[in-house]
């Protein structure tokens, strides 16, 4: 046998290399031994090789070794400029081209429901939990701000769940600049947590579009609940129409919608006001000492379902998100009030730029910074860097006495030691 001459790494396995004598080096072939005994020996004709690849093991996967320390939130995006898609402008583009060689030779598009008008069976149950989920989150929300506080900025979006405000330098609300950046706190309410975030209910989506003379015809309601109705949750206080008839459409052009049926009168009745925020700090009494822990894990828990629920239903259902504002737009087509005062409205007589909308359109995250010591000492902007930041309704439940969610940990940076201000310009 060959005396060994050496081991070559190659991450997944080392190899020996075997030493001949060099007269036989061109013409013999030289062995390599895996030291895991995996591999087979391989012969070539060169005096050194690779092994084969190793097949896939799970000890060695990317999921089991990789473990993430900080995660970086989405960027906020310039109000001077317009959104970008959610779907590639290409894919958009190649589906227009696709149905407008359709329309030209006479074929109707083809359309599934619910694009054609009708409801999907298998989402009725999923629309039923979101709503129930978010009256849930709601009245949650409303009894931990009579125990947790809740600051907002009166001068610009911030908020700030602690006993007393922040001092990061981050407000550019008016005045900004003679304030050297620093927030003006006040007492924060429900709508500062979850953003209102309304669109406008039509009894038939397909039928006739809102136009800016009669936008005063229709009520605005939260866009979640907007979305469970048209997915086939009944309200007797908003219906809705079911069709047992698909729509048909050439193009863009409807073909057949139906007959236009006129709006039930709606009935009144105060379990409405369950799905609303107004004044939900009002009607939601302070809870009992002994059940704050088990309301604030309900309420992270309905939360998740109803950040789930609304993935679910938009993955099927169109909802509508203007390019350049805040507006959205449950339905196909989304509607003509002349509303946007955003970027450049005047080019476009204030009507929105409709595009596919994000679940993030529909219910706003709103991240704050994460305060480790609620009762320590104001976050300050000389450390900001090591701060991390986590949606405003998961840290008042944290604070309330949540477990913290396994991945929103990376968020709140909680593997990342906090330096003290001398020690923080030492920091690489």
């Known amino acids: ?37 995996i591999h087979r020996p391989q012969t070539s004709r ?48 190649q589906t227009s081209r696709a149905d407008r060689k359709l329309a030209e030779k006479g074929i109707e598009k083809p359309l599934e429901a619910p694009k054609n008008g009708l409801i999907v069976p298998e989402l009725v149950p999923v629309a039923y939990e979101v709503l129930d ?34 001092d990061i330098q981050s407000c550019h609300g008016t005045n900004s600049a003679g304030r050297r950046s620093f927030h003006l706190w ?63 459409m050439m193009g863009k052009k409807v073909l057949d919608r139906g007959a236009i049926v006129e709006a039930p009168k709606p009935a009144h009745s105060d379990q409405i006001l369950e799905l609303d925020t107004h004044r939900a700090l009002e009607r939601v009494p302070p809870p009992e000492e002994s059940d704050v822990v088990a309301i604030a894990q309900a ?62 359109e529909v219910f706003p995250p709103n991240y704050v910074w994460h305060v480790r010591d609620p009762k320590g000492p104001p976050l300050k902007s000389s450390l900001q860097r090591f701060y991390g930041k986590v949606p405003v309704v998961v840290e008042i439940c944290v604070q309330a006495g949540a477990p913290v969610p396994r991945k929103y940990r990376p968020m709140m940076r909680l593997d990342v030691v906090v330096p003290d201000n001398e020690e923080a310009r030492l920091v690489a």
């Open 1 to 37: 046998m060959f005396p060994v001459t050496g081991v070559i790494s190659l991450g997944f396995c080392n190899l020996m290399i075997l030493a001949l004598p060099s007269s036989l080096i061109n013409v013999a072939r030289v062995w390599l031994q895996c030291t895991h005994g």
């Open 46 to 93: 060169t005096s050194i090789l690779a092994c084969q690849t190793p097949p896939y093991n799970r000890r060695y996967s990317k999921k089991r070794i990789t473990h993430t320390q900080n995660t970086d939130l989405p960027p906020i995006l310039s109000k001077s400029k317009k959104k970008p898609y959610p779907i590639p402008l290409k894919k958009i583009l």
């Open 133 to 166: 989920a978010w009256k849930i989150l709601i009245k949650g929300l409303s009894q931990l701000l009579h125990v947790i506080p809740v600051h907002a900025c009166s001068e610009c979006s911030e908020v700030h769940v602690g006993q007393t405000g922040h």
């Open 186 to 248: 006040v007492k924060g309410s429900i709508n500062d947590i979850l953003i209102p975030t309304e669109s406008y209910h039509q009894y038939d989506p397909f039928g006739t579009r809102i136009k800016h003379e009669t936008r005063f015809d229709y009520d605005r309601i939260p866009a979640i609940v907007e979305l469970c109705i048209q997915a086939g949750v009944e309200l007797p206080e908003y219906p809705s129409r079911r069709r047992t008839q698909p729509i048909r």
């Open 299 to 360: 309420t992270l828990s309905a939360y998740e379902k109803v950040r789930w629920g609304v993935t679910k239903l938009m993955r099927k259902y169109t909802v509508k998100a203007c390019g350049y504002c805040p507006e959205v737009h449950v339905g196909p087509w989304g509607h003509n009030a002349k509303l946007c005062g955003e970027f450049k409205h005047q080019w476009r007589d204030g009507k929105h730029g409709w595009q596919d909308a994000t679940v993030d």
